[in-house]
């Protein structure tokens, strides 16, 4: 995969952004209740991304989507705390920095947004994730914040900006 890009997301990728959520979580043994498998929203990425305190970046490998990641205001979190949300890649996506770098974009945005913490929610399946995520200065917490609906995610963490 080369000729990587990245661009906010279109109406156009939802459904190619969905699909990648979803077989990620059937591949990794995670696509079960209160995960974004069966979260409505993720049919609609680009209409939930539609307001000025979120944005969704979809990657572009090839000219074809293979991935993506944003930054949205959960319900419930604490004030300039936002969520790291919907951060999947296509198999053919991964092990080469792809997440890191949709990761360092959403840090980025969050910025700019206006947060000083970013929150995010996983599952022990997703191991390749979690490494991710640790490497990238996430700390674990002993439970949720904000009210995602997520109730099948059961790793929960923070960064500080």
Excluded at 1 to 19: G, L, Q, V
Excluded at 84 to 111: D, H, M, S, T
Excluded at 120 to 149: I, N, Q, W
Aim: proline fraction near 5%; charged fraction near 25%.
């Amino acid at each position: 995969m080369n000729n990587c890009t990245t661009r906010t997301i279109e109406k156009r990728d939802n459904a190619a952004i969905a699909a990648i959520i979803r077989a990620a979580l059937v591949e990794f043994d995670a696509a079960k209740p209160g995960t974004v498998y069966y979260d409505p929203t993720t049919d609609e990425l680009h209409a939930l991304f539609a307001r000025p305190d979120a944005e969704y970046h979809v990657l572009e490998a090839d000219g074809k989507v293979a991935g993506g990641s944003g930054i949205y205001p959960t319900a419930g979190l604490p004030d300039g705390c936002c969520e790291l949300v919907k951060l999947y890649l296509a198999p053919e996506a991964r092990g080469k920095g792809y997440g890191r770098l949709l990761i360092n974009e959403c840090f980025e945005i969050a910025r700019r947004l206006g947060y000083a913490t970013v929150y995010l929610e996983t599952l022990p399946e997703l191991k390749m994730a979690v490494g991710l995520y640790e490497s990238c200065g996430f700390r674990y917490l002993d439970k949720p914040l904000g009210d995602s609906g997520h109730f099948g995610c059961d790793l929960w963490m923070l960064k500080q900006l």
